[in-house]
């Protein structure tokens, strides 16, 4: 069976094609009404399946393809025709149902009752024949139901197109087949069944549901009820719902009719002149089938992209830093600047297997809310595990590596051993006017010991600044190397892993929020 219509494909000023092969141009169509939004949705999803490319399930993005070209297409003759189709089971009386409708025996104006797989049509009103054409309809199984003759009896009905479909139970596959065909184009389904058979299961598990989700255009007609003792019709009504209900069909309306008395005809009329007088009938219709189009494409995406913070690259950087000796080499320039070492261990090259595991729990990370055609399409998009480790080699061999000591910590130093030996100078000094021979005036002996005091405190307080300014140069040192390192690494991380990502995560999102767009409307 062919599944209800879901869709959306061709470009918007795209012509679609009628069942003879002939261009249909499109409709111009005013911004507001229903079938400019429902070609921006269709427009939507057209956008959703190119953004997504082969990340879309080639299936899925055929079958939504065919669906948009049905849509647009029934678009594209307009809606100013309502498309019923009465569709049953052999002996169902749908064809005897179909001529009372209509008023008319089809014999007298040379249309017989289908007996191949052709189906028959009566147009309310003039204009159906491009729809007619679109829906293959053959010339000679169209009527033209208005006339002069009727008046306006039947102008409630104006712009019905009422479709008798062959039996979908026939032993004919070519019958079959066109039910198949037709069943996705009308905007409303009438499934006429008789009392014998309206439990039938080629009519519930082949047809019926997989309708659920199209309740709103559908209709059920128990025929032949004048074959039904009266006190048990509401009885048998209430079965047939009952089994729509059991296959998850809810509300759908069920008529009871019999076609050889005329009773529930009237009823049935009416019926048909409220549909076509809904002048979105056939957008609701549309709208449901984009909507089921948008649910096959969200079905292709996640919920949601991973959180922002799951693309910092900060990770990365410190395992290819550890894995490249990053942290060693900062210690020994460190030691260098402070005196206890001379000489720097040089970086290796990171290890294949290091930058494997780390790319793999990079997208382990990134894609672990994504569908699995997206984690391959991250995948993908990454750098190799060679491109990565030459990358990280590259960078690193751009770090500067500077071990020379602080100037500052020198003249601190320079300075403490000039201010000792002052401080020695003055010892002396006072200690040879005191305890020796020396000549001299008093004030060399009062001043003497209080400089050597002096001096020797600001040596020590000068080597001792000297110290923690080679130490601080030390730990800037070290610091620069670890920070233009890990910013290296940072960038070859942000260039090979985060920013493909981040075009895979923006397209996933592209197409996420189109198909929410085109589903809402």
Known sequence: MTEPRTGATPADDAPTTAADGAAVPPVEADPRSDTAALTRRLARLDEALAVGGDRIDPAVATRVRAIGDQVRSRLALGVDHTVVALLGGTGSGKSSLFNEICGLEFAEVGVKRPTTSQPTACVWGTGGERLLDWLDV???????????????????????????????????????????????????????????????????????????????????????????????????????GRLLAADGLEGVPVRATSARTGEGVAEMRDTLAEVVGRQSLAARRASAEIADAARLVQGQVGDEEPPADALDVTPVAVTLAHAAGLPALADAVAAVVRGSATTVPELVSVQSGTVALARSQWTDAVTARLPRRWVESVRGALSGTDDIRAAADEALSKVAVVTRRSRLAVALLVLAVVLGVGALAAAGAGAWRTWGEGTGPEEL????????????????????????????????????????????????????????TATVLAAHRRVRELAAGAREG
């Open 138 to 240: 053959a010339d000679d199984r169209r009527i033209e139901r208005e006339s002069a003759l009727d008046g306006d009896t039947e102008a409630p009905l104006r712009g019905l197109v009422l479709l008798d479909l062959p039996d979908h139970d026939s032993i004919e596959d070519a019958h079959r087949e066109a039910v198949d065909r037709l069943l996705p184009m009308a905007d409303l389904l009438i499934w006429v069944v008789d009392p014998q058979k309206y439990a039938d299961d080629s009519l519930h598990s082949g047809y019926l549901r997989g309708l659920v989700g199209h309740e709103g255009a559908m209709l059920v007609v128990l025929n032949q009820v004048d074959t039904v003792p009266a006190e048990q019709r509401e009885a048998l009504v209430a079965d047939v």
């Open 445 to 500: 002996l009062r001043i003497a010991w209080p400089l050597a005091a002096g001096l020797a405190v600001l040596a020590l307080l000068c080597a001792w600044l000297a110290v923690r300014a080679r130490r601080s140069a030390a730990a800037r040192r070290a610091e620069r190397v670890r920070r233009d390192g890990r910013e290296a690494l940072e960038g070859v991380a942000r260039q090979c892993l985060a920013e493909p």
